[in-house]
Structures are given as structure tokens and as C-alpha cells.
């Protein structure tokens, strides 16, 4: 009879910390979209281990910052745009909603296309037959499902990065060598600094702290909770939360990352192939080299991870956009009540799907374009956030610690001389 509360004990903790878990789990999770994938493929195809380190350096960086945007969130009782829109000018706040919403429909163009181009790698048939039902499926899930309904689906889809661990197991990985990189990086030159810039601004991108943000408003309404500056009492754990779920979710995110960049330095690099045009390609490639199993889960994977990342795009740009015109917006909302901004996820998902079938565009080019925007947007949207963070009139008592100011400075300043290479180079 003992035996029966611990078999039943056991389950209900580990429900109780999945719950937990939310907005930086799905947060970290979609920052490993099929355009991130092919990022970190090329790094470990072109240059073997050689850039593994870059993923062990922004993890704290990225941590930070994330848990600076939702902190905003929980405290402020509105997302970044709401709190630009009474805190700092209106013509930064729309460039930035702009040059935001121009990156998330490129990105989310990309990462049509590549989910096409995987399905169409293990279902025969034309790329744009796959594409537009996933996306119509991604729009009237996003519009028809409840929030939390919604969320629980996202945090369910995390487990499609369990693709790439599974790979890593059997491609057969110089772990000792890759203890060394992490630790000594290699001598760099002009083409290494290029591929560093791009995995810095695929790791660190705006839309995640738009979205984190917003996602931290979403939980505390559909808690039936107040904003921490009118409910202080519950400031501590809420934050210990905020910290978990967070330094979790970005954790998660580097470790897949690390392990698709192993997996294309222990395969593709080690038999000369070190060009990777996308995801797709990096899945295609591995197939000869490491068998059926390892195409057909990293081609899965693409599809799993890019089913995550769309609406996390979407939705960052439709809740910026909104915030921006004052419009009612959350996914939380039924449709009658938040038209304009379901109205906005609306039009961001048309575009892209046009983009990503009809209009003759480059998928690679596409990420270039959108890696560009972000990585010029993100130092400045990174301090505005520290901005914010640091003021007592929208913080009250809640004001950013020093810990968290320096290394969010630092990391701000880190993608400021990223973004500053990456126009040089």
C-alpha cells in the first residue's frame, strides 16, 4: 500500500513542473526553426567544430535577455510594444514594429518553404501542395484554439528538437574533440566572423523578446492574475518561475542547436561536404553518409520545428502591430473580440505563403534578408528593454537588478559590434 502514492506522486510532480514551463520553453524552442537549422548546419559542414563554442558563449547572453523581456511582460501587465508606446517615441516605436514585421514574414517565407521542401524529401509530390495546407492549418489553429489549449500544443511540438539528440546518438560524435572546441576556439578569419554574426543573429532575434513578452501577459489573464506592479506580493515566485522556465527553454535551445552543428561536422564536414544551401539540403545530405534513420528523423524535425516557429513569428508580429494601434490583442481573445489583430496574423501568414510559392523567391536569400534585419534591429530592441527595465515608472519596485543590467549590456553590446561586422563584412 506504500507503494501507491510515490507511482502516483511521481507523475503529478513532473505535470506540476511541466506546467511550469511555458512561455521560454516555446520561446527557446521556436528559435530552432528550419532557417536557425540550416544556419547551424553550414556552421558544421563549412567549419566542423571549429564554431561549436559560439553556442556555449550565447547562452548565457540570450538567457538574459529573454528573461529581461519577460519580466517586462509580467510586471507591466502589457508587451514591448505597449510599454515603447508609452515610454519611448512613436516614429522608434513603428520603425521598429516595421522592420519587425518586414523579418517575421521572410522568416516565416523560409521556413514555408523548407517545411515543403522536407515533406516533399519523404512524401513525392509538388513543395507548394504541402505548403499551403501547413500554413492554413498553423492560421485557423492559431484563430479557432484557445490559448491555453494552444500553448499546451506548442509546448507538445518542443519535443520534435528531441530529433536532432536522437541523431547525434547515432552518428557517432568525437565527444573529447568537442570538449576542446567549446573551451579553445580556433584561429578566425574574415568567413568564420561572417558565420559567427549569422549564428549570433539566428540565436538572438528580436521576435523572441516580443513574443516572450507578450506570452508572460498572456499567462497572467488567462491566470485570472494582476500585473506585479498592482500584485507585489507574488513578485518573488513569479520571478523563480520566470527564471526556470526561461534558463530551461534557452538551454534547450543551444543544446539542439550544438547537437545539428555536431551532427553536420561529424558528417558532412568529415566527408567534404561543406555547403549547405538549407535545412532540407543538410537532411539530404546526411542521408548517404548516415543512413535512412538519420535523414528521415533531421527531415522530420525540420517539419516539427517549423509547425513551432510560425506562430511564434506570426504572433510576435500581429501582437507588436497591435499593441502599437491600441488595438485588443492576444490569442487568449476569440475572434469577434480581436479582429484587427487576428486580422494582422492573418495577413503575415498570406504574405509568406505567397512568398514562399509564387513569388520566385530565393530561400536562402530570404534568410539573408531577414538575418540581416534582425541582427541590425536587435541591439537597439535590446536596449530599449534595458531601458524600460531600468525605470521606476514602468517597473515600479520591480527595476532590473544590476546582474541582470550588465550582462544584458553586455549582451547588447556584443550584437551591436555583430551587427556592425555583419554591414562590414
Same mark, same amino acid.
Given at each position: 500500500?506504500?507503494? /501507491?502514492?510515490?507511482?502516483?506522486?511521481?507523475?503529478?510532480?513532473?505535470?506540476?513542473?511541466?506546467?511550469?514551463?511555458?512561455?521560454?520553453?516555446?520561446?527557446?524552442?521556436?528559435?530552432?526553426?528550419?532557417?536557425?537549422?540550416?544556419?547551424?548546419?553550414?556552421?558544421?559542414?563549412?567549419?566542423?567544430?571549429?564554431?561549436?563554442?559560439?553556442?556555449?558563449?550565447?547562452?548565457?547572453?540570450?538567457?538574459?535577455?529573454?528573461?529581461?523581456?519577460?519580466?517586462?511582460?509580467?510586471?507591466?501587465?502589457?508587451?514591448?510594444?505597449?510599454?515603447?508606446?508609452?515610454?519611448?517615441?512613436?516614429?522608434?516605436?513603428?520603425?521598429?514594429?516595421?522592420?519587425?514585421?518586414?523579418?517575421?514574414?521572410?522568416?516565416?517565407?523560409?521556413?514555408? +518553404?523548407?517545411?515543403?521542401?522536407?515533406?516533399?524529401?519523404? /512524401?513525392?509530390?509538388?513543395?507548394?501542395?504541402?505548403?499551403?495546407?501547413?500554413?492554413?492549418?498553423?492560421?485557423?489553429?492559431?484563430?479557432?484554439?484557445?490559448?491555453?489549449?494552444?500553448?499546451?500544443?506548442?509546448?507538445?511540438? $518542443?519535443?520534435?528538437?528531441?530529433?536532432?539528440?536522437?541523431?547525434?546518438? &547515432?552518428?557517432?560524435?568525437?565527444?573529447?574533440?568537442?570538449?576542446?572546441?567549446?573551451?579553445?576556439?580556433?584561429?578566425?578569419?574574415?568567413?568564420?566572423?561572417?558565420?559567427?554574426?549569422?549564428?549570433?543573429?539566428?540565436?538572438? +532575434?528580436?521576435?523572441?523578446?516580443?513574443?516572450?513578452?507578450?506570452?508572460?501577459?498572456?499567462?497572467?489573464?488567462?491566470?485570472?492574475?494582476?500585473?506585479?506592479?498592482?500584485?507585489?506580493?507574488?513578485?518573488?515566485?513569479?520571478?523563480?518561475?520566470?527564471?526556470?522556465?526561461?534558463?530551461?527553454?534557452?538551454?534547450?535551445?543551444?543544446?539542439?542547436?550544438?547537437?545539428?552543428?555536431? $551532427?553536420?561536422?561529424?558528417?558532412?564536414?568529415?566527408?567534404?561536404?561543406?555547403?549547405?544551401?538549407?535545412?532540407?539540403?543538410?537532411?539530404?545530405?546526411?542521408?548517404?553518409?548516415?543512413?535512412?534513420?538519420?535523414?528521415?528523423?533531421?527531415?522530420?524535425?525540420? &517539419?516539427?520545428?517549423?509547425?513551432?516557429?510560425?506562430?511564434?513569428?506570426?504572433?510576435?508580429?500581429?501582437?507588436?502591430?497591435?499593441?502599437?494601434?491600441?488595438?485588443?490583442?492576444?490569442?487568449?481573445?476569440?475572434?469577434?473580440?480581436?479582429?484587427?489583430?487576428?486580422?494582422?496574423?492573418?495577413?503575415?501568414?498570406?504574405?509568406?505563403?505567397?512568398?514562399?510559392?509564387?513569388?520566385?523567391?530565393?530561400?536562402?536569400?530570404?534568410?539573408?534578408?531577414?538575418?540581416?534585419?534582425?541582427? /541590425?534591429?536587435?541591439?537597439?530592441?535590446?536596449?530599449?528593454?534595458?531601458?524600460?527595465?531600468?525605470?521606476?515608472?514602468?517597473?515600479?519596485?520591480?527595476?532590473?537588478?544590476?546582474?541582470?543590467?550588465?550582462?544584458?549590456?553586455?549582451?547588447?553590446?556584443?550584437?551591436?559590434?555583430?551587427?556592425?561586422?555583419?554591414?562590414?563584412?
Amino acid at each position: 500500500m506504500t507503494d /501507491v502514492p510515490v507511482q502516483s506522486g511521481r507523475p503529478s510532480r513532473l505535470r506540476n513542473f511541466f506546467k511550469l514551463l511555458g512561455p521560454g520553453l516555446i520561446t527557446g524552442a521556436s528559435d530552432d526553426d528550419p532557417s536557425g537549422i540550416a544556419t547551424y548546419a553550414q556552421a558544421g559542414a563549412q567549419y566542423g567544430l571549429g564554431l561549436s563554442w559560439t553556442l556555449l558563449f550565447t547562452y548565457p547572453l540570450m538567457s538574459v535577455t529573454q528573461e529581461i523581456s519577460a519580466r517586462i511582460g509580467r510586471t507591466t501587465g502589457r508587451g514591448l510594444a505597449g510599454n515603447m508606446l508609452r515610454h519611448t517615441p512613436r516614429w522608434l516605436l513603428y520603425l521598429v514594429v516595421i522592420l519587425l514585421i518586414f523579418a517575421n514574414v521572410i522568416n516565416i517565407a523560409a521556413d514555408l +518553404s523548407a517545411i515543403g521542401a522536407a515533406i516533399q524529401l519523404v /512524401v513525392p509530390g509538388p513543395a507548394v501542395l504541402f505548403v499551403v495546407p501547413v500554413a492554413a492549418a498553423s492560421l485557423a489553429a492559431q484563430i479557432l484554439i484557445g490559448y491555453e489549449r494552444y500553448a499546451r500544443i506548442l509546448k507538445w511540438l $518542443t519535443l520534435s528538437l528531441l530529433a536532432y539528440v536522437a541523431v547525434v546518438l &547515432v552518428v557517432g560524435v568525437p565527444w573529447l574533440e568537442v570538449g576542446k572546441s567549446l573551451i579553445f576556439p580556433q584561429h578566425l578569419g574574415a568567413d568564420q566572423i561572417t558565420m559567427i554574426v549569422a549564428i549570433f543573429g539566428t540565436t538572438i +532575434s528580436p521576435y523572441l523578446f516580443f513574443w516572450q513578452a507578450e506570452e508572460e501577459v498572456e499567462e497572467q489573464v488567462s491566470g485570472g492574475e494582476r500585473p506585479l506592479r498592482e500584485s507585489p506580493a507574488k513578485a518573488e515566485p513569479e520571478f523563480q518561475r520566470i527564471r526556470l522556465d526561461t534558463y530551461l527553454g534557452m538551454g534547450l535551445s543551444n543544446i539542439v542547436a550544438l547537437f545539428i552543428l555536431l $551532427t553536420a561536422a561529424a558528417t558532412l564536414h568529415a566527408n567534404g561536404v561543406t555547403n549547405i544551401g538549407s535545412a532540407a539540403e543538410a537532411a539530404q545530405a546526411l542521408r548517404p553518409i548516415a543512413g535512412d534513420f538519420a535523414f528521415l528523423v533531421f527531415a522530420l524535425g525540420i &517539419v516539427g520545428t517549423g509547425l513551432l516557429a510560425i506562430p511564434v513569428l506570426a504572433g510576435a508580429a500581429a501582437y507588436a502591430l497591435g499593441e502599437a494601434r491600441r488595438w485588443p490583442v492576444g490569442l487568449g481573445k476569440p475572434w469577434h473580440r480581436a479582429k484587427r489583430f487576428y486580422g494582422a496574423l492573418a495577413v503575415a501568414m498570406v504574405l509568406a505563403t505567397i512568398l514562399g510559392t509564387v513569388v520566385p523567391i530565393d530561400p536562402m536569400k530570404a534568410l539573408v534578408w531577414s538575418a540581416v534585419i534582425n541582427g /541590425v534591429l536587435a541591439a537597439p530592441v535590446m536596449a530599449i528593454m534595458l531601458y524600460l527595465g531600468s525605470r521606476r515608472s514602468v517597473m515600479g519596485r520591480f527595476v532590473l537588478s544590476l546582474p541582470l543590467r550588465v550582462v544584458g549590456w553586455l549582451a547588447t553590446t556584443v550584437m551591436m559590434l555583430a551587427a556592425v561586422l555583419m554591414l562590414m563584412l
